[in-house]
Structures are given as structure tokens and as C-alpha cells.
């Protein structure tokens, strides 16, 4: 039987491997849509005439390696200025979106209290602490680092549970913090929506380019630019739809590994099956949540929505609760 550390570990094996397809993805659709644009060459040197249907000119394209290379490096370029950005911006955005207030310790003891001792069990600086006025049951973390996290938690979920499972919801968002979950999710949705912008902004290229495709098809264009097209066509399709899913089976994983961390800090698994219990049964939806900001929280926000049309799985955000409260027994009596 697995241990609790291997079940760690096999996280975040999956974690390396979903960045890994999400980054293979967005260079592999930047190197299609170079190709398609700047076009193939017949040899490895310069080709004799450009094979692109979108070159009038006649001139030879440069080195396939080359062509690769630059669109390789381009994409990677944008993808880490829109990270910077995200990096020093994002947590504040996040916050002003789900209507967070930041509380001090005299308002609410306990809260600060449960979250203290929690930082003590991993060994985290102390978090700012929000409270989001909405009567749905939720939490989450934000922050790039330990060292500039923040909490929130609705007064939905503070009124109702007991402080054993408050605790159990602390110990969850810290361990996210604990693990860069939020820097991770940060990198992986600007990969994805890079994608999705470079997917758009070739499509748009090929509605406006109709005319010189057809002028270029009626001249003979070339079996390698064809081949390379119908690939940029597929990926153009298909690539945001499955960065999505690779987003989507990322948050998934994180979630398992945050419970299974929680378990670790406060010793007390049943104490956050419990909790999840009671988010379970809660079915109001969090008014300040979007869908950009769903994959935060302790569960998704628009949990009735999602078990309406996320029936197979591959579109949640979050892993089913009755699973997670089953990983977490498990992980009670002593296995994983």
C-alpha cells in the first residue's frame, strides 16, 4: 500500500507532466502557425520559391530550424511578460474580484487563532485574512508566495463550522500556499490563454487571407505546406481544448495534494472530510466568483452547475468531493 509521502510524490510527478504537455502544446501550435505564415522549405537549405500560401513574393523562406527556433522563443517570451505581470498583480486582482475585506485580529480571535496555529504546523509566515460577505459556503488562498499570501473565507463557512474543521479549511489554503499552488495555476492559465490568443488570432489570419490562399492553391502550393496547414487547422482547434482539460486535470491534482497536505498539519483527516461534507450539502452559489477565479476555491463556486454539466469529469475544476472525503478516510485509518 502506497504511504502518505508517495501519494505526495505521484502529485507532483503529475504536476511536472501536465506543465510539461501545456508548455509542448503552446510550442508546437507556435511552430505550426510559423510554418503556415512564414512557410516550409523544400530543402534543408533555402528553398528555390516559398512554399507559403501567404508569401506573393516568391522569395525562399529561411532554415526550418530557424523558423522553429524564433517561433519557439517568441511564444516563450510573451508567455513569461504576461507571467510577470500575473506574478506581481494577480493576487490583488483576485481579491478586489471575490469582494474580500481584510480583517484584523480583534475581529474575529478565533479565525486568527486557528490560522496562527496552522502556519506553526507548516512552517509558513502569517497570511493576511479576508472575509467575503456572501452566505455560500467557500474559501481560498491567493498570493505568489508564503511570504505574500492572503486567506478569504466567506461568513457562510465561518458561522458553520466547528473550529476542528475550520482549522482543516485553514490548513487546506495554507497548504496551497505551502505548495506555490497559486504561482503554479498562475503559470499554467497564462500558457493556456496564450494559446487560446495564438488559436484566435490565426484563425482571423485565415479568414482574412482567403484570397491569397485561393491564388496560391490555384499555383500549387506544395505537399509539405499542405500537410503543415491541415496540422496548423487541427491544432488551431483542438490545442485551446485541450489546454483547458490539461488546466483543468492540473487543479484537480493540486486539490488532492492540498487535502492530503492538510491532513499532514493537522493530524485530524476527518476533520476536513467533515467540512467538505457540509460544502457538499451547501447549495447556494458564491455570487463574487467567476469563472476565472473557480479553480481557487476550496470547491468550485458554481458546484451545481458543474455536476450538471461536467458529468464526465474531464471539465471540472475540482475533483468529486465524495472522492476526496474517500481519499481522506483512507489516509484516517492509516493508508493511502
Not at 480571535?109 to 452566505?135: C, H, K, S, W, Y
Not at 466567506?154 to 463550522?161: A, N, V
Not at 475533483?319 to 485509518?333: C, F, V, W
Amino acid at each position: 500500500m502506497a504511504s502518505f509521502d508517495d501519494l505526495i510524490r505521484e502529485n507532483k510527478r503529475n504536476t511536472v507532466l501536465l506543465c510539461v504537455l501545456v508548455t509542448l502544446l503552446l510550442c508546437a501550435l507556435a511552430s505550426v502557425i510559423a510554418l503556415v505564415v512564414v512557410g516550409v522549405p523544400e530543402t534543408s537549405g533555402y528553398a528555390r520559391h516559398s512554399t507559403s500560401p501567404y508569401d506573393s513574393t516568391g522569395a525562399a523562406p529561411p532554415p526550418l530550424t530557424h523558423t522553429l527556433t524564433v517561433a519557439v522563443l517568441a511564444a516563450l517570451a510573451v508567455a513569461a511578460v504576461m507571467i510577470a505581470f500575473s506574478y506581481y498583480g494577480g493576487a490583488a486582482t483576485v481579491l478586489a474580484i471575490s469582494r474580500a475585506r481584510e480583517i484584523r485580529k480583534s475581529d474575529d480571535p478565533q479565525l486568527f487563532n486557528v490560522v496562527e496555529e496552522m502556519t506553526i504546523a507548516g512552517n509558513l509566515p502569517m497570511p493576511r485574512i479576508f472575509v467575503i460577505d456572501d452566505t455560500a459556503m467557500n474559501a481560498f488562498a491567493t498570493g505568489r508566495d508564503p511570504r505574500h499570501a492572503a486567506v478569504a473565507i466567506t461568513e457562510g463557512l465561518r458561522r458553520r463550522l466547528s473550529r476542528d474543521e475550520l482549522q482543516a479549511v485553514m490548513a487546506h489554503e495554507l497548504a496551497h500556499v505551502r505548495n506555490y499552488d497559486i504561482r503554479l495555476a498562475m503559470f499554467v492559465a497564462v500558457l493556456v490563454g496564450l494559446i487560446v490568443i495564438l488559436a484566435d488570432v490565426f484563425a482571423r489570419y485565415m479568414w482574412w487571407g482567403g484570397s491569397s490562399r485561393r491564388r496560391s492553391n490555384r499555383g500549387g502550393g506544395g505537399a509539405i505546406q499542405l500537410i503543415v496547414l491541415v496540422l496548423a487547422l487541427v491544432l488551431m482547434i483542438l490545442a485551446p481544448l485541450f489546454a483547458k482539460l490539461i488546466q483543468l486535470a492540473l487543479s484537480r491534482q493540486r486539490e488532492y495534494l492540498a487535502d492530503a497536505t492538510a491532513a499532514g498539519m493537522t493530524r485530524h483527516p476527518e476533520a476536513l472530510a467533515s467540512a467538505l461534507a457540509k460544502l457538499e450539502a451547501d447549495p447556494e452559489v458564491l455570487e463574487a466568483a467567476n469563472r476565472g477565479t473557480a479553480h481557487l476555491y476550496i470547491v468550485n463556486p458554481f458546484k451545481p452547475h458543474e455536476r450538471r454539466f461536467s458529468a464526465s469529469g474531464l471539465f471540472r475544476t475540482h475533483p468529486e468531493i465524495k472522492d476526496r472525503i474517500s481519499r481522506l478516510m483512507t489516509i484516517a485509518r492509516g493508508g493511502v
